[in-house]
């Protein structure tokens, strides 16, 4: 098996539904290869978004923002990233799931996606007006991995991979933006 086959293995297995999600991951080694395959992924995602597909629709402010000097904004962007998987993922999709299960049998696994689905659109409900299809993908699809990432391998995984990915992802957009 490759690697890429065992780090999408967890993630394409059927989600196996918990009491509660967790904060830390019960197999860190399953962990660490979903975050990198993560990470890999959603920096080529974005990277084609905005350089290929939606490059001639992208706001003069956000060419101009990812196309900045790195060193400051790459450590503002990681950190708004963690604030993100504080509201979005340790609180809102936990407190969504934690009110969804209460009505579902038990191994259902509609209460993770809609809790998912619903606490990204509430962190991308901005974006979502002002550029509804590109929003969609940019923001809403991307935020989604990182919901699964929380809840298969623990909040920490998606704590680390997000900000992390600003790492792999800015030096390659403002290269491809300039």
């Given at each position: 098996m490759s690697f890429a086959q065992s780090a999408a293995k967890p993630l394409l297995s059927p989600i196996a539904i918990a009491d509660q999600p967790r904060f830390l991951p019960t197999n860190w080694g399953a962990a660490a290869r979903a975050v990198v395959l993560s990470i890999a992924g959603v920096s080529l995602f974005i990277l084609v978004l905005d350089a290929v597909?939606?490059?001639?629709a992208l706001p003069a402010d956000y060419v101009a923002f990812y196309t900045s000097p790195l060193e400051h904004r790459t450590a503002a962007a990681m950190l708004g990233s963690l604030m993100e998987e504080v509201k979005y993922r340790l609180l809102v999709m936990t407190l969504l799931l934690l009110f969804f299960t209460r009505f579902a049998r038990s191994g259902a696994i509609w209460p993770v996606i809609?809790?998912?689905?619903?606490?990204?659109?509430?962190?991308?409900?901005?974006?979502?007006?002002?550029?509804?299809?590109?929003?969609?993908?940019r923001?809403?699809?991307?935020?989604?991995?990182?919901?699964?990432?929380?809840?298969r391998h623990g909040w920490a995984a998606a704590a680390?991979?997000?900000?992390?990915?600003?790492?792999?992802?800015?030096?390659?957009l403002r290269a491809a933006l300039s």
């Open positions: 597909v939606f490059r001639a809609v809790a998912i689905v619903a606490a990204q659109f509430v962190n991308v409900v901005g974006p979502l007006i002002q550029l509804p299809v590109y929003s969609l993908f923001f809403w699809l991307v935020g989604c991995v990182w919901g699964l990432l929380y809840w680390i991979a997000h900000p992390l990915t600003h790492l792999v992802m800015d030096p390659l």
